[in-house]
């Protein structure tokens, strides 16, 4: 059955410093990858998606991710964070046997000045 | 353009009532979902449509919880009997097919209150 595991339930960075979110999958065959962020109040909002190829995937708001699939991870990472990046994050895969989206329970980034 | 819409954003009901959530696509979008999103939870899968159709409502916990889309665009999500535990907040999705690579844009939500 397809899961999706996010470690960290909350993570405080300071402005400016480097960001790694956390993303560990399970499911059976190639992964459809997702990454979401949800602000308050707002709708969430896909930052970057992973099907095949290249495994490093770029995405909006100077966001990457790396899909590694000896270690069933999808971390996203940003190099310099910003204030306004301050949301809920959400990994997701999609089912292609269930047509729809399994979502992690979401780390929540504060950022402080 | 025009995103995903919902109605309404908040929605307050007595346990026991009835209540309906609207849901507006992107236009041209034939697939369309329905999640809901308790506290500190990720989004969970309820049903979802292709077309009118509904072509998978696996994720729907109960008989009370029923979704339709007459006309293939709009969705309304009916809730009966509703209860304390259905609170949350109910997001729909839609995309232009279901091959799982083409993006599902959200609408910001309807949170739903049952008191």
């Known amino acids: 059955a397809q899961s999706v595991t996010q470690p960290d339930i909350h993570i405080t960075v300071s402005e400016g410093a480097s960001l790694e979110l956390r993303c560990n999958y399970s499911?059976?065959?190639?992964?459809?990858l997702f990454w979401y962020v949800q602000s308050p109040g707002q709708g969430l909002q896909l930052l970057l998606k992973?099907?095949?190829?290249?495994?490093l995937v770029q995405g909006i708001k100077g966001f990457e991710a790396e899909f590694k699939r000896s270690q069933s991870s999808f971390n996203l990472r940003k190099p310099s964070v910003h204030w306004s990046d301050a949301a809920e994050y959400f990994c997701a895969v999609y089912s292609t046997g269930a047509n729809n989206l399994f979502f992690g329970t979401g780390t929540r980034l504060t950022v402080i000045p | 353009g025009a995103g995903v819409s919902q109605t309404p954003s908040n929605k307050v009901t007595e346990k026991g009532k009835y209540v309906e959530l609207r849901c507006d696509p992107i236009s041209g979008h034939t697939a369309l979902y329905w999640y809901r999103q308790s506290l500190g939870q990720g989004p969970e899968f309820l049903i979802y449509f292709q077309g009118t159709g509904a072509a998978d409502d696996s994720g729907l916990p109960n008989d009370r919880f029923f979704a339709v889309r007459p006309e293939g665009s709009v969705s309304t999500l009916k809730i009966q009997r509703t209860e304390r535990g259905d609170s949350a907040v109910y997001l729909c999705?839609?995309?232009?097919?279901?091959?799982?690579?083409?993006?599902?844009?959200f609408g910001p939500g309807t949170r739903l209150l049952v008191l």
């Open positions: 999705a839609s995309s232009t097919g279901t091959s799982g690579q083409e993006t599902q844009y």
């Open positions: 992973y099907f095949s190829g290249d495994t």
């Open positions: 499911y059976g065959a190639t992964p459809y």
